[in-house]
């Protein structure tokens, strides 16, 4: 009833400012649209008289369906409310249409016709009206070059409309777009989206607990726990309701070119998986569960005390230069020997295990999972195992340990940190059996409002090595934490204060400086992990990602470290010597443009002559599976790209000891009997592949015992 009244005041509303709109600004006649044949039995018209009024285009429409020109213009803005439009594209004259995701359609009528006449053009329409009806119904007849966030892309506009849409509707909308620009009816200030004003979309309670979990196994990493955004954008109720459940579904479908994946139309989710998840959104986050160091206690398990370990390796095996391989959906890592390519063990770790870090003598794996559960694998046993475990949050991302070796103190193999995305928090354990000793909260103030966030998650942490400290990066509140274990119950925390939502990095050369992403600000964040403060904030381009990051000299500026971008096709390099090249030190000096965005990682090794790089969030399927080199000698540009496999995503670079050799991940389809993954391995002199690992399932990252331990990258 509440939904029929405010429709009824918004077509009243509308069809008032209509017919002021229509006086002043008359619709072009290439907006009208085709008359349909009278019945045969309906009499001749009187002939029209020379000084009569040509309808307008959405009279003329409207008559066609048995509407009145106001009739249509409101129904024409209700269907693009409730198709939710207006999410993706910008729509003059409909209350909420703001999106930036597609083209602006709010000067369509005149644009449409300059892109009939375009030789770029691949549709079959011949008119304006006929170009908008094919691209409601029939949206990849022909893509859009521009979009307002970079290139538009291809098939990301539902094609369902053609279906879901009555021919009243879709007439209705065609006759209005055509009218823009001059057609604009004014949204009233009080106007408020159909969506907002109606509340969430009713969920039954099994619905929500789907919903949440779907939630969190897919989404929480880039827009938060409490949805609040980071690396995605916000999705609380106040953003996500106007925006309305088939606007929703359309973009959780196809994605974003930021990034964002295209859940259903890569078979990630079902269409209704889809549709819940864009009514879940619209209800308030429900408040996840806090965990105490009682039930970490209870979940830590010890399957071989340190005093029943090997004193020396039992194999004959290089352990150095094993890999740990992510099994990600398997909840697994595979430690393969990088001499033999065999896989040696493979270990059950925790639910998406994310990454491996490597004790600082090497012979200890720590891996975290997505599940908070950190397991301690010891490369010296005949075959690795795990011996120890514990889970100490229910969303983690990054694992570090002790490395410092000095005045201070031994701390090789002593200690290990936790970093939690919820409950907020770090915690440290003991290196040896991975007992919590410490629960740190993060929760507290952004650095530049000051402002209190629930759930400041913990990125990316490194171990420093000018003293026993963590480089510790909160993401929310834009803080870098040096917490000094060198006595784990009372740690000492500096906060430094860098950018806003802080993700991954490494060092440079020297170690001695950790440049972190601020992803969602564009920039990196420089910190002196000597002299213990931030050193620079340096802009880079759309949504950096470097993993780790890559060193090398640049024949014209020097020592720089480097990073790839998600948002852009670029590589940019940072000058890092401030004292032989100051003039170059923390600008993006050199800038390559790539095959592509969404690469991930970047990768090289101080005995390549080649810096890697790969494309797995690309929405092209060819530069998904693609990486390409550049060569160090001469960085302005690629020297080469190739496919990696002809399924899944190239993923991942990874060196082995000798920086000889590079593995490249295939990230396959765990439930695809032969695509479900691979390793690929390079020769790095000549680029020709040497090997492959097959039937792994979803490997995604990899990490070489020697060069992790080492930081070298
Ligand atoms: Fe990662 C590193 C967070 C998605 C593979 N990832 C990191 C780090 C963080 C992070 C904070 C730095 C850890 C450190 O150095 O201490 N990753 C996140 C997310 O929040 C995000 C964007 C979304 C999510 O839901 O998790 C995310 N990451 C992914 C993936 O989808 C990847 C490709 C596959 C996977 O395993 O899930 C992936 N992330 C990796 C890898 C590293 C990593 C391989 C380590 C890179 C390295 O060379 O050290």
Redesign the pocket.
């Known amino acids: 009833m509440r939904r029929l009244a405010l429709l009824c005041a918004v077509v009243a509303l509308l069809a008032v400012l209509l017919a002021c709109t229509q006086v002043a600004t008359p619709l072009p006649t290439a907006t009208k649209a085709p008359p349909t044949s009278p019945p045969a039995d309906t009499p001749p018209p009187a002939e029209t008289p020379a000084e009569a009024v040509e309808p307008t285009a959405t009279e003329g429409a409207a008559a066609d369906v048995g509407l009145t020109g106001e009739e249509l213009v409101a129904l024409a803005v209700e269907t693009l409310q409730q198709a939710g439009c207006g999410a993706c594209h910008e729509i003059a004259g409909v209350p909420g249409a703001e999106g930036q995701i597609g083209p602006s359609l709010s000067e369509l009528g005149r644009v449409a016709q300059e892109r009939l006449q375009s030789a770029e053009y691949t549709g079959s329409a011949t008119t304006a009206e006929e170009y908008i009806r094919e691209s409601i119904v029939d949206p990849n007849a022909y893509t859009v070059s521009e979009c307002p966030g970079g290139p538009c892309v291809a098939g990301q506009m539902p094609t369902t409309y053609g279906q879901t849409l009555t021919p009243e509707q879709l007439e209705a909308v065609v006759a209005y777009l055509v009218s823009l620009p001059e057609g604009a009816v004014q949204v009233p200030a009080e106007a408020t989206p159909v969506a907002e004003a109606e509340g969430p979309p009713p969920l039954t309670e099994e619905e929500l607990a789907r919903a949440k979990e779907i939630y969190f196994n897919?989404?929480?990493?880039?827009h938060g726990t409490l949805r609040k955004g980071a690396?995605g954008p916000a999705l609380t109720p106040d953003t996500t309701r106007p925006k309305g459940t088939e606007a929703l579904a359309a973009i959780i479908f196809s994605g974003t070119p930021r990034g964002m994946p295209a859940w259903g139309a890569e078979g990630r989710l079902t269409r209704e998986e889809v549709e819940l998840m864009a009514k879940f959104v619209q209800h308030d986050p429900p408040p996840p569960p806090e965990m105490s160091m009682e039930q970490m206690m209870a979940s830590w398990q010890v399957f071989v005390p340190p005093e029943e370990r090997p004193t020396e390796p039992q194999h004959d095996r290089d352990w150095e230069n094993f890999f740990s391989v992510?099994l990600?959906d398997a909840g697994q890592v595979a430690i393969i020997d990088g001499d033999t390519k065999e896989i040696v063990s493979v270990v059950d770790t925790g639910y998406?295990?994310?990454?491996s870090?490597m004790s600082a003598t090497g012979r200890y794996v720590y891996t975290i999972g997505?599940d908070g559960k950190a397991v301690l694998i010891d490369l010296w046993m005949e075959k690795p195992d795990k011996v120890a475990e514990v889970k100490v949050c229910y969303d983690a991302?990054?694992?570090?340990v002790s490395k410092y070796r000095g005045e201070l103190g031994d701390f090789y193999d002593k200690y290990a940190i936790v970093?939690c995305?919820w409950p907020p928090h770090f915690v440290i354990l003991d290196g040896q059996t991975l007992e919590p000793i410490k629960v740190v909260s993060t929760r507290g103030y952004t650095y530049d409002t000051e402002e209190f966030h629930p759930e400041p998650r913990v990125?990316?942490?490194?171990a420093s090595h000018f003293s026993p400290e963590w480089v510790v990066?909160v993401?929310e509140t834009g803080h870098v934490w040096l917490v000094d274990y060198s006595d784990p119950n009372n740690p000492s925390i500096k906060m430094i204060e860098a950018e806003l939502f802080l993700?991954?990095?490494?060092w440079d050369a020297t170690r001695r400086y950790f440049l972190v992403a601020a992803n969602a600000r564009n920039k990196i964040a420089v910190v002196d992990t000597k002299e213990r403060e931030l050193e620079a904030l340096v802009d880079v381009g759309d949504t950096p990602h470097p993993?780790?990051g890559v060193n090398f000299v640049d024949p014209e500026y020097g020592p720089v470290w480097c990073t790839v971008h998600l948002g852009e096709p670029l590589l940019s390099c940072i000058g890092t010597d401030p004292e032989n090249n100051p003039e170059y030190a923390w600008k993006a000096v050199r800038n390559v443009e790539l095959l592509g965005g969404g690469s991930?990682?970047v990768?090289s090794h101080p005995n390549s002559r080649w810096i890697w790089v790969d494309f797995?969030l690309n929405p092209d399927e060819e530069v998904q599976r693609s990486v390409c080199v550049i060569d160090k000698e001469n960085p302005a540009e690629i020297a080469k790209c190739w496919q990696v496999a002809d399924y899944g995503r190239a993923?991942?670079i990874?060196y082995n000891k000798a920086g000889d050799e590079v593995w490249i991940s295939v990230?396959g389809s765990a439930d695809t009997p032969g695509k479900t993954g691979e390793l690929v391995i390079y020769d790095d002199a000549t680029l020709e592949e040497k090997a492959r690992i097959k039937d792994l399932v979803t490997p995604?990252?990899?990490?070489n015992v020697y060069n992790?331990a080492n930081d070298i990258?």
């Open positions: 897919n989404c929480a990493g880039c690396t992510t990600r998406a295990v994310h990454i870090r997505r991302r990054s694992i570090e970093g995305y990125a990316s942490i490194v990066n993401k993700h991954d990095g490494g993993g780790r991930l990682f990768k797995p993923v991942h990874e990230w995604t990252g990899k990490f992790t990258y």
